[in-house]
């Protein structure tokens, strides 16, 4: 049974810091995608980063320089390191893992799994 289990949300004030962590369990992830997405009151959830089969690193452009993506020497957790936070980072932060294709990292919808989301808040 494949498990995802995000931690590490909280809140910060702006410019801060906050690094979250997604243990996952089940099966290999090696090679899978392994990507955050967040999604804000009232809006769809958007892709964040995405570590890719253990090799290549995807950002959307509003995090792109402020987040690094990271996964453990295990391959089965990932991290996303998220600094010079905003309050437009305001939002609940998902864990999601799928044997995805390069192409449709981007696309929630097809993703298999999914943690229960923790909460990130950022104060002005």
């Known amino acids: 049974q494949v498990q995802l289990v995000e931690s590490g949300g909280g809140l910060v004030q702006t410019g801060g810091s906050l690094r979250l962590s997604c243990a996952a369990s089940g099966t290999a992830f090696r090679n899978w995608a392994m990507t955050w997405f967040r999604q804000a009151p009232g809006k769809e959830r958007e892709f964040v980063a995405c570590?890719?089969?253990?090799?290549?690193?995807y950002y959307a452009e509003s995090v792109k320089g402020r987040f690094t993506i990271s996964r453990g020497n295990d391959k089965n957790t990932v991290f996303l390191q998220m600094e010079k936070l905003e309050p437009e980072d305001t939002a609940v932060y998902y864990c999601?893992?799928?044997?995805?294709?390069?192409?449709?990292?981007?696309?929630?919808?097809?993703?298999?799994?999914w943690g229960q989301g923790t909460q990130v808040t950022v104060s002005s």
């Open positions: 999601a893992a799928g044997p995805i294709i390069l192409s449709s990292i981007r696309n929630p919808s097809l993703y298999n799994y």
């Open positions: 570590d890719f089969r253990s090799t290549n690193k």
